[in-house]
């Protein structure tokens, strides 16, 4: 005799979607709850299913006893995160999706990230890729490095090389790290002249001296050394000595180098990536005695 036979069927996915979507932020029948964020948002949910769905929650859950002064159902405080940032999260954990937009998909990265929790990680990448704009990608840029979102930080550097001279007058350009800035710096493909690139360096070290309260020349020391300075006319590399009297910049030996360059008629002494015309470069008539070195 057959023995008998099983199977696991499945119903409308989208209906029972739908219905723990109902359960999101309501207090009927909830067992714990947050305060989120400077405005002390209450967000209702449902200890089974924060616990079961992320592990980060299930240790902040199960972390209580009865001898706790915290009663197990909370309030657990939340104040760096926004309301609306946090119900997302709450969102993606009952009903496996999420709902996004540009203003707040950078710290939904962040909590997923925080949290453990890789496919809303994913969501919130694809989400990125799909909606970037000039004003956001260096944030998004900057959010990729930090969480070591490889293919992000591709698609983002790729669409700066598209647009480079719009972005550099971005305040997301200002507020990157030293180490993102020189990174960007080191492609060929920028689609913008040198002469611009070391201006919007300038303007960067400015803001970021100020913010950082430290010396241009110390926030400055990495990016600077990408500059492609061979590449600019000797009328050129005269104004930028005149600037560099101001806030020393660029290091002196990085100037003389440069006009080694022009002396010499050649890169010699210079890195050969510093003689190498980015896209964007407008021609000067000293680059053909660079070609050599930029092989």
Request: glycine letters at 4%.
């Given at each position: 005799m057959a023995g008998p036979c099983s199977a696991?069927?499945?119903?409308?996915?989208?209906?029972?979607?739908?219905?723990?979507?109902?359960?999101?932020?309501?207090?009927?029948?909830?067992?714990?709850?947050?305060?989120?964020?400077?405005?002390?948002?209450?967000?209702?949910?449902?200890?089974?299913v924060l616990a079961c769905r992320c592990q980060a929650f299930q240790g902040m859950l199960g972390s209580q006893d009865s001898s706790s002064s915290v009663p197990p159902q909370g309030p657990f405080i939340l104040g760096n995160v926004q309301p609306e940032v946090f119900l997302a999260v709450i969102e993606f954990l009952y009903t496996n999706s999420v709902t996004l937009n540009s203003r707040i998909v950078l710290e939904v990265l962040t909590s997923s990230v925080e949290y453990g929790?890789?496919?809303?990680?994913?969501?919130?990448?694809k989400f990125i890729k799909d909606t970037l704009s000039v004003e956001q990608v260096c944030e998004a840029l900057?959010?990729?490095?930090?969480?070591?979102?490889?293919?992000?930080?591709?698609?983002?550097l790729a669409f700066i090389e598209g647009c480079t001279a719009a972005v550099v007058r971005t305040q997301g350009f200002c507020e990157l790290s030293d180490v993102v800035l020189a990174r960007v710096l080191r492609s060929d493909r920028l689609a913008v002249d040198?002469?611009?690139?070391?201006?919007?360096?300038?303007?960067?070290?400015?803001?970021?001296?100020?913010?950082l309260e430290r010396p241009v020349p110390e926030v400055a020391a990495l990016p600077v050394r990408e500059l492609r300075l061979p590449l600019l006319a000797?009328?050129?590399?005269?104004?930028?000595?005149?600037?560099?009297?101001?806030?020393?910049?660029?290091?002196?030996?990085?100037i003389a180098a440069a006009w080694r360059a022009h002396a010499l008629r050649k890169g010699s002494g210079v890195p050969s990536r510093l003689c190498r015309p980015r896209r964007g470069t407008r021609p000067r008539d000293h680059h053909r005695h660079l070609e050599p070195h930029t092989k």
């Amino acid at each position: 005799m057959a023995g008998p036979c099983s199977a696991r069927l499945q119903a409308d996915v989208a209906a029972f979607s739908a219905a723990l979507r109902t359960l999101v932020n309501n207090p009927q029948f909830s067992d714990v709850m947050f305060v989120v964020g400077r405005e002390q948002q209450k967000v209702f949910a449902h200890r089974c299913v924060l616990a079961c769905r992320c592990q980060a929650f299930q240790g902040m859950l199960g972390s209580q006893d009865s001898s706790s002064s915290v009663p197990p159902q909370g309030p657990f405080i939340l104040g760096n995160v926004q309301p609306e940032v946090f119900l997302a999260v709450i969102e993606f954990l009952y009903t496996n999706s999420v709902t996004l937009n540009s203003r707040i998909v950078l710290e939904v990265l962040t909590s997923s990230v925080e949290y453990g929790l890789q496919d809303l990680c994913k969501l919130c990448v694809k989400f990125i890729k799909d909606t970037l704009s000039v004003e956001q990608v260096c944030e998004a840029l900057q959010a990729a490095v930090t969480y070591g979102q490889a293919d992000l930080q591709q698609h983002c550097l790729a669409f700066i090389e598209g647009c480079t001279a719009a972005v550099v007058r971005t305040q997301g350009f200002c507020e990157l790290s030293d180490v993102v800035l020189a990174r960007v710096l080191r492609s060929d493909r920028l689609a913008v002249d040198e002469l611009d690139l070391v201006q919007a360096v300038r303007e960067w070290a400015h803001v970021s001296s100020a913010v950082l309260e430290r010396p241009v020349p110390e926030v400055a020391a990495l990016p600077v050394r990408e500059l492609r300075l061979p590449l600019l006319a000797p009328s050129e590399l005269v104004t930028l000595e005149s600037h560099n009297q101001q806030d020393l910049l660029i290091p002196v030996e990085n100037i003389a180098a440069a006009w080694r360059a022009h002396a010499l008629r050649k890169g010699s002494g210079v890195p050969s990536r510093l003689c190498r015309p980015r896209r964007g470069t407008r021609p000067r008539d000293h680059h053909r005695h660079l070609e050599p070195h930029t092989k």
